[in-house]
């Protein structure tokens, strides 16, 4: 049904820019055309750095979650307290606000303590994606974690269980089947968000657009190629997900 | 009572929950081979009680000894917890594991034992609570009464010298109280020391040395069971046994 509908639409769009209604033009990326073809090689070469940028700062992100998460849950208050601050700090940050922090600030800032690097787009974008996420998959993971019943835990300390073997072979493995779907949506909202990048400058598929429009002039055509382009990227992402969440649910019930 | 023969001894424990006194001046003494039932209303402290001998609950004062091991420290709680085997009113098997992983996860990561060795002494304890034919599924797979039969062998597996029963028959369905309560039996008549936090009274009839009945708290009174249910001491103990006896 919903691929129906989807096709429905796209045709929709489709149409109307084929007719001769002069609202739409869509030989600016007609792939039949040499200029088109150049001007749709251009933009769809953007994939690879959305993507690449997307997986990085995923991956960084899901590590520092977890190294902020596991203290989070601790019952010593000097070990909890940082994380706890981390979270509501990174969380409060809008997006382009720290992009621009990052990009702009943060090489002044080791200059100042004496490291001398230069943040290029590509770095920033994955620096800011990564810890503005981070306090998000924290939180998953803390979400997780604690949702394994109390019991689980007591009855592994009857047993003997240390702290380190009942996380292990007791918590984690049941926290990781109710940790992993909503992650991999937290990579949808990093796909996504990574459009930001362009406004530094970072050559990923907003910014190809951004700048095809520029001299071409042809936003609505141009823009709505874009938001196919994510439209696409999500849907598999999306699909992948579905079939993740299906496989550890169908675990679960076993 | 010479003290080599105690298993557990409580003396003036007491547990708050903020301004709530769970337990008042608990004083309990057990000795080895000694089957006790404790019963009383629900919020009574009968849980409670039991879980602060294995230290599952801190207690604010008071002492516990366990055969010998006075709790203080964390070295003499992991010393208790190796004495100790505890069944759950809602079983806490590991749902990821299979019957035969849950039995050897502790034999194994805990006490280091061999894999081999630790599955043959996992099939006798399944052997004991009669269902050896179930090792290799999930928990989810098994009735109630068989999930709580495999944490029975589950807490065996530890070869404890007490074992705690914290109401092992109050989440079952009614045909299946009967199957996890034969196997405590069979378990009390081989001589292990065990207190059975329960509200089965034929079972503690038949099972019990000695009954201890809690009310908010305290110890209100304690007795074999032929004094307990035919002459009842205190009057909160005769409006409580009327209650659950007069079905």
């Known amino acids: 049904m919903r691929w129906k509908t989807l096709l429905a639409v796209t045709a929709a769009f489709l149409l109307t820019g084929c007719s001769a209604s002069g609202n739409w033009g869509w030989y600016v990326i007609d792939p039949t055309t040499p200029a088109g073809y150049t001007n749709i090689k251009f933009l769809l070469s953007g994939f690879g750095a959305t993507i690449l940028v997307s997986v990085i700062a995923a991956l960084l992100s899901m590590t520092i979650g977890l190294i902020v998460a596991l203290p989070g849950m601790s019952q010593n208050r000097l070990l909890r307290w940082p994380s706890r601050i981390y979270v509501e700090f990174v969380r409060a940050i809008p997006l382009l606000p720290m992009l621009f922090w990052v990009f702009y600030g943060l090489p002044v800032v080791l200059k100042s303590i004496g490291i001398n690097v230069s943040i290029d787009a590509f770095w920033g974008a994955i620096i800011t994606l990564a810890i503005s996420d981070s306090a998000f998959t924290a939180e998953i993971y803390r979400s997780g974690i604690q949702s394994i019943a109390k019991g689980q835990r007591e009855a592994a300390r009857t047993i003997g269980l ?40 970072m050559q990923e598929l907003t910014r190809r657009a951004n700048e095809l429009v520029v001299t071409e002039y042809r936003p609505l055509e141009i823009y709505t190629l874009l938001i196919f382009e994510y439209l696409v990227l999500v849907l598999i992402i999306s699909f992948f997900v579905r079939w993740l969440e299906r496989k550890m649910g169908a675990d679960e019930s076993r | 009572m010479n003290t080599a023969d105690q298993a557990i001894k409580i003396q003036g424990l007491n547990k708050w929950y903020g301004d709530f006194q769970a337990l008042k001046d608990v004083n309990l003494e057990v000795v080895h081979g000694e089957r006790i039932v404790i019963c009383g209303p629900s919020g009574s402290g009968k849980s409670t009680l039991i879980r602060c001998v294995n230290s599952l609950e801190t207690h604010n004062d008071g002492d516990i000894v366990v055969d010998g091991i006075a709790m203080k420290d964390e070295a003499s709680i992991n010393e208790i917890l190796s004495e100790v085997g505890m069944v759950f009113q809602q079983f806490n098997l590991f749902p990821h594991l299979t019957i035969l992983q849950n039995l050897t996860l502790g034999p194994i990561k805990a006490r280091g ?48 010298k007490i074992m705690l029963f914290d109401e092992p028959t109050s989440a079952l369905d009614p045909e299946m109280i009967s199957e996890v309560l034969d196997v405590i039996i069979d378990l009390a008549e081989s001589g292990m020391t065990m207190i059975c936090v329960t509200h089965e009274m034929g079972f503690a009839r038949k099972a019990a040395d000695r009954m201890v009945f809690m009310d908010q708290g305290e110890i209100i009174e304690t007795g074999t069971p032929d004094e307990f249910f035919s002459a009842p001491k205190t009057q909160r103990c005769q409006t409580f046994l009327n209650q659950i006896l007069q079905h």
């Open chain 1, 162 to 201: 240390s702290y380190g073997q009942t996380m292990r072979y007791v918590i984690l493995p049941q926290a990781i089947k109710r940790i992993l779907p909503p992650l991999a949506n937290q990579f949808i909202y990093i796909v996504k968000m990574s459009a930001f990048a362009s406004v530094i400058g």
């Open chain 2, 113 to 160: 034992m061999a894999k081999a060795a630790a599955e043959e002494r996992a099939m006798k304890y399944l052997e004991r609570v009669q269902i050896p034919d179930q090792a290799h599924k999930r928990p989810s797979e098994l009735s109630g009464g068989q999930q709580q039969r495999v944490a029975i062998a589950r807490s065996l597996c530890m070869e404890p």
